[in-house]
């Protein structure tokens, strides 16, 4: 893996997002409303500290030649904290509540910490693939021009995400067996099969409200889990073109 290519590539991309929140909305009442609450909870997910990825970070920068990972890994919450702060602008203008707990976020939390390293870090990955899927559609059918530009830049990082962790995963399982890439592969799809189903639950009226059916979003999902673990898995690493530039 070439962390030098991923630190760079992220202080370049060290810049707030200026948009002109000013625009008014015009969005009939209860989408603007669901809207508000779905990307309340975003915000929420994208604000934490990444604690337990940092020990994991540190562990593996201790290794040779992942002595910058750490580096590279706080650059990438801090990407995540920008688009914290660009959700709580979309909040707000859409006259929403920014929250501080949820349900499902706290489950999540509690539930990554259950068995191991692995299972938290493959819950995390599962997270990064949901957020590629929700950022899109959101990008697409929101209907309004300040949430489809914020969406757009939010997803060219967040597929840039997915190629970190995909480049990252790829180097590091490199001298793994094959049933043990195997197994990890598989557990990563069984939890997501059920992370999707509670973030559609969380979601449903937020995206029904913009046309998008519970279909649609699994399948946007299984495009970007298809994407990555083929990256993942893939003996060289392509090149892949963010949904926007194919726009
Ligand atoms: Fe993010
Ligand atoms: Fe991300």
Known sequence: MNIAHWIERFRENDHEELLDFSVPVDLAAPVREELGKSLAIFQLGESGEGSTLFRYAEKVGATSGYEDY?????????????????LAQMVERLGGTLITKQWSAGAFRRFRKLINIEFHLQMFLTAEIIAEAYYDLLRRHSGDPVITQACGRILKDEVGHLGFHAAFFHSWMSGWSQVTKRLWRL??????????????????RCLTSLGVTRNHFFDRVARAERSFLQRTFMRRLPRRRCPIEMA
């Open 70 to 86: 750490p580096t590279a890994l706080r650059l990438f919450i801090e990407e995540e904290h920008r688009h914290a702060r660009l």
């Open 187 to 204: 557990q990563c799809q069984g939890i997501l099969q059920v992370i999707k189903w509670g973030v559609w639950f969380d979601h449903r």
